[in-house]
């Protein structure tokens, strides 16, 4: 070794220690209220010491979450969106990170410059330029009544579809870079021995360039499925209604909008097994990736 | 090249003698280097040589202090090494790839070791020009690393090692990274500054025949272990083992048996024919290897297959190279030799297909034992 | 065959027209969105004609006149500047501590590392409320909800940012100036200051300006730890503000924020790709090394 071992535990300790208190202890925090009491004030009370846990607002929260319960709505909608949403974003942005990666030369540069823009526009923004041209007297109806249609969608009273649509439109940019870096990484020999060896472009896609592409596709699905599960801003913005509420608005609800601490606890914690179960595939599929290539 | 107040032979403190102890070194399951035992004379140009992963880059780390020993010590002019971390060792490196700090010119890059040991200002402007004057890049002071060839940069890299006089200098292939015309001329020059300077240089390699051409004396690694360390006359004409003989130059091993031995030297069987071997390991017996180099093989008309020593052959190929002719025979046994002949002017053609009788003199023959045989201190 | 033989290489045009539409697509209502800004009416939907009203024309509701935007603005900025300040040194040497740590406790502190990356803000956003309003102990106690509470919310989201760009930097130098340094006598804390710092300069300069956009742009760690009015931000605004009848003033405060984040992150590139040139490594765009955020 070349430092002695203090060098680096000194250098590590203060990012470690501000990551242990506002990491560590604030996910202990949310178990501890998710598994405390509620006085009399409904005020939560934390349950500090695991062997005091009363697992009763959690078993509720779970309770409710599938069908039939109190939040199966919200669980289903949440779903529904994320995995429409989640469709579109690969449906529309695999091709393009794919022609950027692959076949743009000259505009290269250019491109990446313009998918990398969307990137740190605010998600706000993009929003508010959304619900300025889906208003009643916006462009979007104004082209629509031009080609015809005169009795337009009440696109921001509250439906799926536009809510979907702006998920698509809000997260896709971060589907689209991961993915694109993974498709730009693939070794140009590989393809070249492809064509070589007598696959056709259709073939060579499907053969190589898919299969070598898919870690950073699953990447990208990640970076998009996360965020979504935890979106409320998208809903209530777009469609304000209780109609398209999703896990979201319903744990901003608790949190924010009352004395309900509790159950936006233990909500977030039915939230995150959800996702675990979406991460342990994701861990999977890259594990057996890595042992396939090994 | 003006060596000036650098540092001649005569006023050197410390010596630059190096012993190596039982140096092991583990990465995890891997054992990089074997316990080495190795002694490194002051004022000498030693060289670590081997092919990739013989763990000579390893031990020159352990020496210089990058990485620590799982076993074993190295002792600098009497002082264990163990204790002190490598910025307080009085050792320098040449790193491969220079590693020129390229936030620095190159003044700044050669005077970072001397403010580190706060030598005055004028004292240190003084040395840092005598040390680029030795490497003849006075002129390129104030140029940044990212500007200069890369010959030149392994200039800047010596001058920062060397204008801080230390006991003993390290080169971890620092010819490398250069094209074959400008490597030949820095390793006459590198040589010849050692010469001048007079500070033990361990020199790391895999190029056998740069280290037979610069090395006062070499050790030759093998997974781990030194296979043999000699002088390069010692280590080409007596090589103690196979992989020796085979690493520097070409090494026409062949499995043959012995058959005895008395005051005239070995006598051994290959195939039907019988051979007198005078060099070598006299009390070998049974299988054992022989060395033959091609510059001693003679190649003579078929019809004069008389006399001993004289095998029957064909021509299989020839490789002209301009200061010689590379005959591949094969021989009647199925065994082939690579014959060196040199291009003397005469018109002698040997041509593919031509039979020919392959004369091995005794005292070219080198007999090796089968039992690689403890590192000999020669 | 007569004609101009189909080059087997060339893409099928409708990728290349895809392509384009996306772009359009996403670009084009943010565009607009500005655009509006410029409305000269008060509707943020119907083009109305061009004027500078919103910005500064009318004495009490543009952008600079209007005392909730303004503070809005300052309050954004502030945050950023507090952010970059903390995150940016806690995750130089958390990055070059992890970078030399080989020990059995260096996995797990690299998951911690990246927890924040990989959680959604909204379970961030849960849990630090939680913690400042339910956790009755000392540092916690006396930290209540607003300035400091959603400094500390996005220091720690903007952390690991921090610790990736810097790492990936540490790596394409690699350890050979440090050992040079330590070699030519530095020690320790020298070959730091002296040699590994001036190298890293770059990525630390770009992760600072990475640090401050995410600052600005960020929304639901910073509402959710807000306390009233006076905490509001810029996205914050916009959000509270976006389905009521606000002016287009809005829309130049969310052009603002567009603007300045944009400028963060394109003088942060800047910077990153242009230290790039310096220290002499083969292949690989900066690009390339940013986006190699292999998990």
């Known amino acids: 070794m070349m430092y002695s071992r203090w060098y680096w535990r000194a250098l590590v300790s203060p990012g470690l220690a501000w990551l242990g208190l506002f990491v560590l202890v604030p996910t202990y925090a949310l178990v501890a209220v998710a598994t405390g009491r509620i006085d009399e004030l409904y005020r939560p009370i934390p349950a500090w010491n695991p062997a005091k846990w009363n697992v009763g607002f959690i078993r509720e929260a779970f309770a409710a979450a599938v069908p039939g319960g109190a939040y199966w709505p919200t669980v289903r909608n949440t779903l529904l969106y994320v995995g429409a949403a989640l469709t579109l974003c690969i449906v529309i942005g695999y091709p393009v990170a794919y022609y950027i990666a692959r076949h743009a030369r000259r505009t290269k540069a250019l491109l990446v410059l313009l998918i990398v823009i969307p990137f740190w526009v605010s998600y706000l923004m993009r929003m508010l330029a959304w619900v300025g041209l889906l208003s009643p007297d916006g462009y979007v109806n104004q082209v629509l009544a031009a080609v015809g249609i005169t009795q337009p969608p009440d696109w921001l009273g509250g439906y799926p579809l536009p809510v979907i649509l702006a998920l698509t439109y809000g997260y896709i940019p971060f589907f689209i870079l991961p993915v694109y870096a993974g498709l730009?990484?693939?070794?140009?020999?590989?393809?070249?021995?492809?064509?070589?060896?007598?696959?056709?472009?259709l073939r060579n896609f499907l053969h190589v360039t898919l299969p070598l592409s898919r870690p950073s596709l699953l990447a990208g699905c990640v970076l998009v499925v996360l965020p979504m599960f935890g979106d409320y801003y998208t809903n209530e913005l777009i469609s304000r209604s209780p109609r398209t509420s999703m896990l979201g608005n319903q744990v901003t609800l608790f949190m924010?909008?009352?004395?309900?601490?509790?159950?936006?606890?233990?909500?977030?914690?039915?939230?995150?097994?959800?996702l675990l179960l979406a991460m342990t595939y994701y861990v999977v599929a890259t594990a057996r990736d890595r042992a396939r290539a090994a | 090249m003006d060596g000036g107040q650098l540092a001649t032979r005569a006023d050197r403190a410390p010596v630059g003698e190096i012993r190596v102890v039982g140096l092991t070194k583990r990465f995890d399951e891997i054992v990089a280097v074997a316990d080495i035992d190795l002694e490194i004379r002051p004022g000498e140009f030693f060289a670590l040589l081997g092919p990739s992963g013989c763990g000579k880059t390893t031990i020159l780390r352990m020496i210089a202090g990058f990485e620590e020993p799982t076993a074993g010590t190295v002792v600098l002019d009497g002082e264990d090494l163990s204790r002190v971390p490598a910025h307080r060792r009085n050792v320098n490196t040449v790193f491969q790839s220079y590693a020129l700090f390229p936030h620095l010119d190159v003044f700044g890059n050669v005077a970072f070791g001397l403010r580190r040991q706060k030598?005055?200002?004028?004292?240190?402007?003084?040395?840092?020009g005598e040390a680029l004057d030795l490497v003849q890049l006075?002129?390129?002071?104030?140029?940044?690393?990212?500007?200069?060839?890369?010959?030149?940069?392994?200039?800047?890299?010596?001058?920062?090692?060397?204008?801080?006089?230390?006991?003993?200098?390290?080169l971890d292939e620092p010819l490398g990274a250069l094209d074959a015309k400008l490597r030949k001329q820095l390793q006459v020059e590198l040589k010849a500054l050692q010469e001048q300077v007079g500070i033990t240089f361990v020199f790391v390699t895999h190029d056998q025949e740069e280290a037979l051409s610069m090395s006062d004396r070499i050790a030759v690694m093998q997974a781990g272990r030194i296979e043999q360390v000699g002088t390069p006359r010692a280590l080409y004409e007596e090589p103690a083992t196979p992989f020796v003989a085979d690493f520097l130059g070409v090494s026409n091993l062949m499995t043959v048996e012995v058959e005895g031995s008395d005051s005239a030297g070995s006598w051994l069987r290959i195939g039907e024919f019988r051979l007198l071997a005078r060099e070598g390991d006299r009390l070998a017996r049974g299988v054992a290897t022989i060395v033959v180099r091609p510059e001693r093989i003679v190649l003579e008309p078929y019809y004069a297959l008389e006399g001993e020593n004289r095998l029957p052959a064909m021509v299989e190929r020839t490789m002209y190279v301009g200061s010689a002719v590379h005959a591949i025979v094969r021989l009647a046994t199925g065994a082939t030799l690579q014959a060196s002949v040199p291009n003397t002017g005469d018109a002698v053609n040997w041509q593919q297909g031509t039979p020919v009788s392959v004369h091995l003199p005794a005292d070219a023959i080198r007999v090796l034992a089968v039992a690689s045989p403890p590192t000999p201190r020669s | 065959m007569i004609g101009r033989a189909r080059n087997p290489w060339r893409a099928p045009r409708f990728l290349a027209v895809g392509t384009w539409l996306y772009i359009a697509w996403a670009l084009v209502p943010v565009a607009v969105a500005i655009m509006f800004s410029f409305n000269d009416g008060r509707s943020r939907s119907v083009w109305q004609g061009f004027s500078m009203r919103w910005w500064w024309g009318d004495p009490n509701l543009s952008l600079f006149h209007h005392p909730d935007y303004t503070q809005a603005l300052v309050h954004s900025i502030r945050l950023a500047v507090l952010d970059m300040a903390i995150a940016t040194p806690l995750g130089v040497m958390l990055a070059l501590g992890l970078n030399r740590w080989r020990g059995r406790g260096s996995r797990p502190a690299n998951l911690l590392m990246l927890v924040p990356l990989?959680?959604?803000e909204l379970v961030m956003a849960v849990s630090l409320l939680l913690l400042f309003t339910q956790v009755a102990i000392v540092p916690f106690a006396l930290v209540e909800l607003g300035t400091t509470a959603q400094v500390i919310g996005q220091v720690t989201v903007s952390l690991p940012y921090v610790v990736v760009i810097v790492r990936s930097r540490l790596a394409s130098?690699?350890?050979?100036?440090?050992?040079?340094?330590?070699?030519?006598?530095?020690?320790?804390?020298?070959a730091l200051r002296l040699?590994?710092?001036?190298?890293?300069?770059?990525?630390?300069?770009?992760?600072?300006?990475?640090?401050?956009?995410?600052?600005?742009?960020?929304?639901?760690v910073t509402q959710y730890l807000s306390s009233d009015q006076s905490t509001a931000t810029i996205p914050m605004y916009v959000y509270a503000n976006t389905r009521g009848a606000a002016t287009p003033a809005l829309n130049a405060l969310a052009s603002v924020l567009v603007f300045l984040t944009l400028?963060?992150?394109g003088v942060a590139f800047g910077v990153y790709a242009f230290a790039q040139r310096r220290v002499r490594r083969s292949g690989g765009s900066a690009v390339r090394e940013l986006t190699a955020l292999d998990r």
């Open chain 1, 184 to 201: 730009d990484r693939i070794d140009r020999n590989l393809l070249d021995a492809g064509r070589d060896l007598g696959a056709s472009p």
């Open chain 1, 256 to 274: 924010l909008g009352g004395p309900q601490k509790n159950r936006g606890a233990a909500l977030v914690i039915v939230m995150m097994a959800i």
């Open chain 2, 119 to 128: 030598v005055p200002r004028a004292e240190l402007r003084r040395r840092v």
């Open chain 2, 138 to 170: 006075g002129d390129q002071s104030r140029r940044r690393p990212m500007q200069l060839s890369g010959g030149q940069q392994q200039r800047v890299a010596l001058a920062r090692a060397l204008v801080l006089r230390p006991a003993v200098l390290l």
């Open chain 3, 118 to 120: 990989v959680t959604p």
């Open chain 3, 173 to 190: 130098i690699g350890e050979q100036y440090e050992e040079a340094a330590s070699d030519l006598g530095a020690s320790p804390l020298q």
């Open chain 3, 195 to 220: 040699v590994l710092l001036p190298l890293l300069f770059p990525a630390i300069v770009a992760s600072m300006l990475i640090v401050f956009a995410l600052s600005m742009d960020n929304f639901v």
């Open chain 3, 263 to 265: 400028l963060a992150s």
